[in-house]
């Protein structure tokens, strides 16, 4: 069963976020690397419902999200035990990124929020704080 947590792990995971100009919008990046063995899921797990997808809350500003936050990488699609439907996810890395207009000089504070499995356990969900500058 995916469910299983272990206490005081360390996180398997590697995360950057840089910011790139788009036209006359940016798109802030949240490029993650993974141990070996480790996954996070998709934006859109599939699955049964359970799963626990990644997320990014951007707080109040000046600043306006357009659209809903994309991905990038080779997903994977497979079944797991325990979970009814295919489940997505992705191995090694993986880009998360949200489109936004804003000034340049802004400084955006925010929080990103996932899960990470392996193919015996899944670690506690996390939230970590992020601060961005438009560039």
């Known amino acids: 069963m995916l469910s299983a947590s272990a206490k005081g792990s360390k996180d398997p995971s590697k995360w950057s ?8 919008m940016y798109n802030v990046v949240f490029h993650v690397f993974l141990e070996p063995n480790w996954h996070i899921w998709s934006l859109n797990p599939g699955g049964d419902g359970s799963l ?3 997320s990014f809350e951007f707080k109040t500003g000046t600043f306006s999200l357009v659209d809903h936050a ?3 990488g080779i997903a994977v ?5 325990g979970i009814a439907g295919k489940v997505h996810y ?3 890395e993986v880009q998360f990124n949200q489109l936004l207009k804003a000034h340049k000089g ?7 929020s996932y899960q990470l499995c392996s193919e015996k356990m899944c ?3 996390k939230t ?4 961005i500058k438009i560039p």
């Open 17 to 24: 976020i840089s910011v790139t100009k788009s036209g006359d």
């Open 52 to 54: 626990i997808p990644p």
């Open 70 to 72: 994309g991905e990038q």
């Open 77 to 81: 699609e497979s079944d797991f035990d």
């Open 90 to 92: 992705y191995f090694r």
């Open 106 to 112: 802004e400084v955006i504070t925010g929080t990103y």
């Open 123 to 125: 670690l506690p969900p």
């Open 128 to 131: 970590v704080p992020f601060k």
